[in-house]
């Protein structure tokens, strides 16, 4: 026959062990969670490092096509323009990324 005091110290151990189960998956629910939130982060930093590449890449080329347009003597004043609303339009999109 078994004994109730048996009986009541394997249910508490079972009780104790089913915590630290559980308290062990919501340690790992926890760090799944950080990794998450890391690698979104990191994700964020790579674009906004891209964006400063093609910001970078988009300025050298407007100096350049200045460059060739103040060479000239005829006048590309719209041209101009264009290079500088297409600028703008991008420094909007990098201040929103």
């Known amino acids: 026959m078994v004994n109730i005091d048996t009986l009541k110290t394997a249910t508490k151990r079972v009780t104790q062990a089913n915590r630290r189960i ?3 998956e ?3 629910a926890t760090k799944r969670d950080e990794i998450a ?3 979104a982060e990191v994700r964020a930093e ?3 490092v891209e964006m400063n590449k093609k910001m970078g890449q988009l300025n ?3 100096a350049a096509l200045d460059r060739m347009l103040n060479s000239t003597d005829s006048d ?4 101009r323009e264009a290079l ?3 600028i703008e339009v991008a420094q909007e999109q990098r201040a929103a990324a």
């Open 22 to 24: 559980e308290t062990r």
């Open 37 to 39: 939130t890391l690698d």
């Open 46 to 48: 790579q674009d906004r």
């Open 60 to 62: 050298r080329a407007h």
């Open 84 to 86: 500088d609303k297409l």
């Open 26 to 28: 919501e340690r790992i």
């Open 76 to 79: 590309n004043e719209e041209v």
